[in-house]
């Protein structure tokens, strides 16, 4: 059973910082392809950030290029997200996703790639 487990939220005023970590259990003989996807109140769920099984790839949303960073240490089945100079539209529940099929299609911001999803880790940002 694959198990996704998000830390890292909190409450941070617009400017600040946080890093994010999802940590993958119940896998051990692949690198999953990864993402971080953000949801808000009344809005679908939309890809933020993804990596590729290797960590030489890696794709994001326009809105957080410049300012967001996902990697991963495949050694500790662990991916992360950086994010620095936060804003109030960042504010949002994130959730970390993984699929484990080989799929060619990754790094993808699209949440149909992936079968394995985290129970989310909230992130406020005040103005």
């Known amino acids: 059973q694959v198990r996704l487990v998000e830390s890292g939220g909190g409450s941070v005023e617009a400017g600040g910082s946080l890093r994010l970590s999802c940590a993958v259990f119940?896998?051990?003989?692949?690198?999953?392809?990864m993402g971080w996807f953000r949801q808000t109140p009344g809005k679908e769920r939309a890809g933020v950030a993804s990596?590729?099984?290797?960590?030489?790839?890696?794709a994001y949303t326009d809105s957080v290029k410049d300012r967001f960073t996902i990697s991963r240490d495949n050694a500790k089945n662990t991916v992360y997200l950086q994010m620095n100079n936060l804003k109030p539209e960042d504010t949002g529940m994130y959730y970390c996703?993984?699929?484990?099929?080989?799929?060619?299609?990754?790094?993808?911001?699209?949440?149909?790639?992936?079968?394995?999803w985290g129970q989310g880790t909230q992130v406020s940002v005040s103005s």
């Open positions: 990596i590729s099984p290797g960590g030489t790839s890696t």
């Open positions: 119940g896998y051990t003989w692949s690198n999953p392809c």
């Open positions: 996703a993984a699929d484990f099929s080989g799929s060619s299609y990754c790094p993808t911001l699209s949440g149909a790639d992936f079968r394995s």
